[in-house]
């Protein structure tokens, strides 16, 4: 047998069982004929230039299950701020559209208010007064008010 393989016989024969099982999972990924192989390699290498960076107390299926929450808590997070936006937004709609209700209402009862004023004005024959309220907004207010409009 090779120094290599002996070498790799006695840390396999030291190793916990649960991680052992991660070796064998990543010994038959690189056993595979297939495109992905150099990829997994890659991606052992990159994961190797940690090694020794985190304590060997780390359990990273806690510190995943800890980023699964925290991305649960932040994708609910985003909802609520999105709905909250929606009714904003929907709220905001909803002003414009009465604003513009109510100036489109204002217009229409101003007009009739005015075209009621020039027909009493016709009505009494006051021409003076109708061509004068035309130009003067201050005395066609007072005519309002004493036809009661």
């Known amino acids: 047998m090779s120094i290599l393989k002996q070498e790799a016989v006695n840390i396999i024969e030291n190793m916990r069982e649960y991680v052992m099982a991660e070796v064998v ?3 038959r990924n690189i056993s595979n004929e297939n495109s992905q192989s150099s990829e ?3 991606g052992y290498r990159i994961l190797q230039s940690f090694a020794g960076i985190l304590p060997s107390d780390f359990d990273y299926k806690k510190e995943l299950e800890a980023m ?8 609910q997070k985003r909802l ?3 709905a909250r936006e929606k ?3 929907n709220y905001n709609q909803g002003l414009l559209e009465a604003e513009e209700r109510g100036v489109k ?5 101003g007009a ?3 075209n009621a004023l020039n027909a009493l004005l016709l009505r009494d024959k006051r021409y003076d007064d109708l061509l004068r309220s035309t130009n003067d907004s201050d005395f066609q207010q007072q005519l ?3 036809y009661g409009l």
Not at 105 to 109: A, D, E, K, R, T
């Open 25 to 27: 999972d990543y010994l």
């Open 40 to 42: 997994r390699m890659e």
């Open 144 to 146: 309002m008010i004493h």
């Open 112 to 114: 009739q208010r005015v």
């Open 105 to 109: 209402l204002g217009i229409q009862q």
């Open 87 to 89: 009714a904003v937004r």
């Open 68 to 75: 699964r929450e925290e991305s649960s808590q932040d994708k």
């Open 80 to 82: 609520e701020y999105e």
